[in-house]
């Protein structure tokens, strides 16, 4: 069981994450999931942890992300977007965010090979999703995520990578 520590924030605050969104964003899950991207931008940023933390964070990638994802220059073609091994996919939803990664040239959401498709709609309950809409992209290159739909229309706009072998199709 993962333990909880209260937090103290405005009533001001609070009332404005229910009033914007009309009590559909849980304040308890949006400030969680706040946190967790901030986690996960800053990690091994030497800047903000420190160089001991950036170190081990290296050492842990080089050695681990082979084994766990496969080589960085294959991954999963999704259309005409290009998603190495490695790359992590979220759609928040109801609050919370869902992360789904390209491991070994195969997209995994809850430890099952999937689609982007299936992903947007088994967070959503089996509803009818646009993926390209839903879901956001962190690269293992990337340091912010990026809407999907903004890969696609620039993936459009310049010629396929001839370095990048992809292996699988969507």
Do not use: C
Not at 70 to 75: I, L, Q, V, W
Not at 87 to 94: F, M, R, V
């Amino acid at each position: 069981m993962q333990s909880k520590l209260g937090v103290f924030i405005p009533g001001d605050i609070v009332g404005e994450i229910f009033l914007r969104s009309q009590g559909r964003i849980d304040p308890v899950g949006l400030i969680e999931s706040a946190i967790t991207d901030f986690l996960e931008r800053t990690r091994g940023d030497a800047l903000i942890w420190g160089q001991e933390h950036a170190d081990a964070v290296s050492a842990e990638q080089a050695d681990g992300g082979l084994q766990k994802y496969g080589p960085a220059t294959r991954g999963y073609q999704w259309q005409n977007v290009f998603l190495p091994n490695g790359t992590q996919l979220k759609i928040p939803y109801k609050g919370r965010d869902h992360l789904a990664e390209i491991r070994h040239q195969q997209l995994y959401y809850e430890d099952t090979p999937t689609s982007p498709s299936q992903f947007a709609s088994r967070v959503a309950r089996y509803t009818s999703r646009n993926a390209w809409r839903d879901i956001w992209v962190k690269r293992p290159d990337d340091k912010d995520w990026l809407p999907a739909n903004r890969l696609r229309r620039e993936s459009r706009a310049r010629p396929a990578d001839s370095n990048v072998v992809p292996i699988s199709s969507a």
